[in-house]
């Protein structure tokens, strides 16, 4: 199993590497999911992300995740091959938290080699989940 830490990770790189390793057929959980950073202007993040929210009804959909650990598994299923049997199995190896949960606190955590680039803007998830209105299961 690969525990790996979000905090101050870029949320399409995360994604990708877990998705990667879930094909693999390797078991991902991703913790601190509520301090994974979204690169871009935040007030159009978070316009792009209500303006999703108000598609639909809430009886009939689409349904969209709105605590920081659900937009995170949904970024990885965005990276693998959903239509397909190997991506489907693929995406329930992946698990992850908008904390760090009790039962992973005693074991290892890897944290990704990635740089963050400077001069850009960014959000993490748990401050649009608070910006939304939608913060749930995040610390």
């Known amino acids: 199993m690969i525990i790996i830490d979000g905090s101050r990770q870029v949320m399409g790189r995360l994604a990708a590497y877990a998705a990667k390793q879930a094909l693999l057929g390797n078991p991902v959980t991703i913790v601190n999911c509520s301090k994974v950073i979204i690169s871009g202007n935040p007030k159009t993040i978070i316009a ?50 908008g904390g760090l949960p009790k039962e992973l606190a005693d074991k290892e955590i890897t944290k990704l080699e990635t740089k963050l680039i400077k001069n850009v803007d960014w959000i993490t998830l748990g401050d649009l989940c608070n910006r939304i209105g939608k913060q749930k299961g995040a610390k």
């Open 48 to 97: 792009d992300f209500k303006k999703r929210l108000e598609i639909g009804t809430p009886k009939w959909g689409p349904f969209y995740p709105k605590t920081p650990a659900g937009i995170m598994r949904r970024a990885c299923r965005g990276m693998l091959p959903w239509k397909k049997q190997r991506g489907k199995e693929a995406y329930h190896k992946i698990k992850c938290h």
